[in-house]
């Protein structure tokens, strides 16, 4: 299965008008302007003077004269791969460093945050390094991730084989090559994300694993969680992604320069093997092969479920993703459950004192490793306190009646953390950051009636229009505070406007400058390239073509019933189910599961382990041919033709509820005025029974 930004990548051949290269899918070719500093838009914008003097002024404010980072990234280095490009299996490209390049060139970039770029050269480590001598070795550089080899008595445990299968394969047989060829006799899935168990495939056969030749050790819960947490609002999320990992900008310094945790998303076949053994407790031990492993589950940190590993005869400490080269998302923009800071600054604090106080060495699965005591415990308690203060700060100044519309515009990190690189926010960004704390603690309302019920944006932007004195007035005025650097002055007033007048193309190029410049400046690769990405839509359209197919056999069969049948009820539109009222008993022989599923009141409803004593209609198939419909192989009338599935009493009731299902597709815009009125996106042909695209939770 290819992940899913890769899928959407693909789409973007399809957009009308569009000059530029897709970045988002780690596969596409680098903008051909790139290290020439051309800007890759006909349309775009040189950094302003404004942008500029900021930027001027923090390079002369950060603490660059730390090296330490350059150094630790570069400790242990054994050889890179020849290559910077690896194929996918399906002939496209799924990895290429090379288009990166031009971060390597020695410029100062005025369209990139310094601190930015500072990260974005970080993360062009690529290759096979040494962690702990003879012991531990990761690969860097070949997707999002990274992945970690421990030598055993026998073999290799790897630790997050990445996104992809081609990509995990090339660094497994990289590792090989430079250090001779041994098995790999266990995989260590840190969490539920798709960049730390996708590539599985490419270090192991599913056959060894279930043979019991080859352990796959996983936090509990995390079967759920691989699915579950970007199936609901999975549609939504795909298209909001655009924005976040910066989809349709080109690799170019003033596109996409990084994605903070790591480069970019391998564009190769993702797949799941379901793990063998999962940590239940708190703290657990395990040898594997000779290797002594004591897990930390982390559960509701970076992902539902996650967990650290400490390795004691090496003394050495992998932090999964809860620590790594940044502060990460607390509300992650693509969509996600908002995260607890003050848990996860408690669960870095126990790992501080279970094993801070005695590694020697801290490694993780992003960024670069970092050695010798003392420094293991500076990142560790600086990153303990960067959301030990996010979240107490931000309490406080809500108790003082900050509310969610305001602190972002408030609230700041202290002088002490601030000059301390681990303590910057690529992944995530204080402003979004810290209206997530209260979002979570006291929601979405600011407590002004007005803000309560209000008024859509496109209902309200007329009004304001209106009482500005008209779109000239709002022109000539964005674009005096435009010229002023007042950039988000400038963006309040002609977001107005663009909203009102969605086709007011004039309107649409001056928010797409003022976000430029915006994004320009941020220091969040995730901020920054939502607002140029909002830019590049606002000045050529959002894509259009075929839906992305996102679901692989892997992912449908990790699917429980129960969450498909949920999901079901998501994509039922409700007006078309008013006045049906039916009850249906669903039974999957082959691994003996019931539900019971109800339309009432216009609304789905299931349960399980039960079944009404009358329902209307009772449809039973074994669950492996229902995967099959769910990955939409086949269909259920093809199951019955088969003799495959049984429906036992009224029909009519399965077809009352066929016809209220609704296919989603990421075709709806981010910014008004922006999709294509010529070739609208049009509803794939589809099972209405097919499970829904399942979002990509790669970099969380």
Known sequence: MKTQLTLIAL???????SPAIAAGGGGLVADPGAMQGKHFDSKGKAPSRFTVELQNGLRKSLPFEDKRDFEESKRGFIAAPSYKTIMADAGNVAWDMGSYDFLLQGKDFDSVHPSLQRQAILNMGYGLYEVVPGKIYQVRGFDLSNISFVKTNTGWIVFDPLTSKETARAALQLVNEKLGKRPVVAVVYSHSHADHFGGVRGVVEEADVKSGKVKIIAPAGFMDHAVAENVYAGNAMTRRLYFQYGVLLPRSPFGHVDQSIGKNTAAGNLGLIEPTILINEPFEKMTVDGVEMEFQNTPGTEAPAEMNTYFPQMKAFWAAENITGTIHNIYTLRGALVRDALAWSKNINNALYSYGTEAQVM???????????????????????????????VLHLANNGVTINEVHNVYKQPESLRSQWAAHS???????NSRAVINR????????????????PKDSAPLYVEMMGGAGKIMAKGKQLYQQGKYREAMEIVNKLVYAEPDNTAAKDLLADIFEQIGYQKESPSVRNSFLGAAYELRHGM????????????????????????????????KKAAGMKFIINLCTPDNSEKFVVEMSNSALSNIKGYQDKNPNLT??????????????????????????????????????????????????????????????????????????????????
């Open 426 to 432: 690529y992944h995530g960004s204080e402003e979004h």
């Open 619 to 700: 449809i039973t198939v074994n669950r492996s041919d229902l995967e099959k419909v769910m990955g939409g192989q086949t269909t259920f009338e093809k199951l019955l033709a088969e003799g495959k599935a049984k429906f036992e009493g009224d029909r009519k009731v399965f077809e009352q509820l066929r016809s209220t299902m609704t296919t989603f597709t990421p075709d709806f815009e981010l910014m008004p005025g922006t999709k294509s009125k010529k070739a609208p996106l049009t509803k794939p042909n589809k099972d209405p029974f097919e499970a829904p695209p399942i979002a990509n939770s790669d970099g969380a």
């Open 441 to 456: 603690y006291l929601g979405y309302w600011d407590a002004n009636p007005a803000t309560l019920i209000p008024l859509s």
């Open 363 to 393: 490694f993780a699965s992003h960024s670069w490793p970092r050695w010798g005591n003392d420094r293991v415990q500076e990142v560790m308690r600086t990153q303990r306190d960067s959301y030990a203060h996010l979240n107490n700060e």
């Open 543 to 574: 894509p259009s073509g075929a839906s992305p197919k996102t679901n692989g056999p892997d992912m449908i069969r990790a699917m429980t019933t129960e969450l498909w049948l949920n999901a079901l009820a998501i994509s039922m539109d409700s």
């Open 11 to 17: 789409s973007i051949a399809l957009i009308s008008g």
